[in-house]
Nanobody, 113 residues
Framework: QVKLVQSGGGLVQPGGSLRLSCAAS????????MNWSRQAPGKQRRLVAR???????NYADSVKGRFTISRDNAKNTVYLQMNDLKPEDTAVYYC???????WGQGTQVTVSS
């Protein structure tokens, strides 16, 4: 069974950067579409970025130009590079693998001065 383990996150000042990582177990990681979603307090979980098995990427309008999703199939890992962070980016971030529908454990990102 696929398992996703996240790392990264933490507290950063506005304008700062963070990188999230999500490592997957199993040998067919390269076939998955990998998503990063986030959930702010009192709000619904929303998709932030996606990378398909063929490397096609999509971003929410709110993060375009600031966030970059990438994958390293040799390491079974997907990344989310977050630059120019804003207080409204504060949320718990989750990675998600499709079509197996497995979620990571979540990582808190707090943007505050």
């Amino acid at each position: 069974q696929v398992k996703l383990v996240q790392s990264g996150g933490g507290l950063v000042q506005p304008g700062g950067s963070l990188r999230l990582s999500c490592a997957a177990s199993g040998s067919i990681f390269s076939t998955y579409t990998m998503n990063w979603s986030r959930q702010a307090p009192g709000k619904q979980r929303r998709l932030v970025a996606r990378v398909t098995s063929t490397g096609i990427t999509n971003y929410a309008d709110s993060v375009k130009g600031r966030f970059t999703i990438s994958r390293d199939n040799a390491k079974n890992t997907v990344y989310l590079q977050m630059n120019d962070l804003k207080p409204e980016d504060t949320a718990v971030y989750y990675c998600h693998a499709l079509p197996v529908d497995v979620w990571g454990q979540g990582t808190q990102v707090t943007v505050s001065s």
